[in-house]
Nanobody
């Protein structure tokens, strides 16, 4: 059974930091991509950051230089270090894993339940 369990969300003031974690278990072989998505109220879900099986990473323009995605050596825990947070970073953050990033962007693959991040001005 595949499980992705996020933690680390919370409420912070603008300029603050949070570190999200996602414990992953039971992923099928071939799940090359892992990443973080977020969804703000009234907005579409957007990809925030991804990490490929070789360790290469990509970021949304809105978070470049502020967020860092990483995973532990065993690939069992995914992290998102968020710094210099802005009110527009507020939303539900989800971790996801799958074979292709474009499939995850369309909602396929394996998903966690989400953790709420709220940034106040």
């Amino acid at each position: 059974q595949v499980q992705l369990v996020e933690s680390g969300g919370g409420s912070v003031q603008a300029g603050g930091s949070l570190r999200l974690s996602c414990v992953v278990s039971g992923l099928p072989f071939g799940s090359r991509y892992m990443g973080w998505f977020r969804q703000a109220p009234g907005k579409e879900r957007e990809g925030v950051a991804s990490i490929f099986s070789d360790g290469s990473t990509t970021y949304a323009d809105s978070v470049k230089g502020r967020f860092t995605i990483s995973k532990d050596n065993a690939g069992n825990t995914l992290y998102l270090q968020m710094s210099s947070l802005k009110p527009e970073d507020t939303g539900m953050y989800y971790c996801a894993a799958g074979n292709e990033w474009w499939l995850l962007q369309r909602g396929f693959g394996h998903w966690g339940q989400g953790t709420q991040v709220t940034v106040s001005s």
